[in-house]
């Protein structure tokens, strides 16, 4: 789960990587998730599997944590096996399908015995939202924050009294 520490103004939405920011539209935004890096890499794999000639092909996704000062990492992942031959349209809509379902299992994962001794942060409320936001991020919109109308960190800071 976030900190109040976490939260940034939401005029830095656009230009900060990490942090968290209180949208009118979607509500808490965890702008590490939303960033969809893992997206762009999950569909470049895709796109070379495609390019790969081979009849079917493999894909892996996945989605873990790090401890401080990255000595060890845990999470889940789920490969699948594709026949090539998908029309784009039909590669993002696996890569979604991926990403769900590993963002479930991991997010379970997380709030699971012994892990919720370490993090408590399965199933947080901005998490499947910000994963959602980073994927379209993505595939269609990639500069979303004026749409999603983010607030000041004094009126987020706010909504938490």
């Known amino acids: 789960m976030s900190k ?20 009118e539209v979607l509500g808490w935004i965890d702008l590490g998730h939303a960033q969809g890096k893992d997206i762009r890499a999950l569909l ?14 493999d894909v892996t996704y996945s989605q873990g944590m790090t401890s401080p000062y990255g000595l060890a990492r845990a999470g889940k992942l789920v490969t699948w096996r594709i026949k090539r031959g998908r029309p784009y349209w039909e590669r993002k809509s696996i890569a979604l399908s991926m990403m769900m379902t590993v963002a479930r299992k991991f997010e379970a994962f997380q709030g699971a015995f012994p892990n919720n001794f370490v993090t408590d942060s399965g199933f947080s409320g901005e998490d499947l939202v910000s994963d959602l936001l980073g994927f379209y991020r993505v595939v269609s919109i990639d500069r979303p924050f004026e749409m999603l109308r983010p607030v000041s960190k004094q009126e987020a800071l706010g909504l938490l009294r």
Request: without cysteine.
């Open 4 to 23: 109040r520490s976490d939260i940034i103004d939401g005029s830095k939405a656009t230009t900060e990587k990490y942090g968290l920011v209180y949208t």
């Open 44 to 57: 470049d794999n895709i796109n070379r599997g495609e390019a790969s000639g081979q009849q079917y092909y």
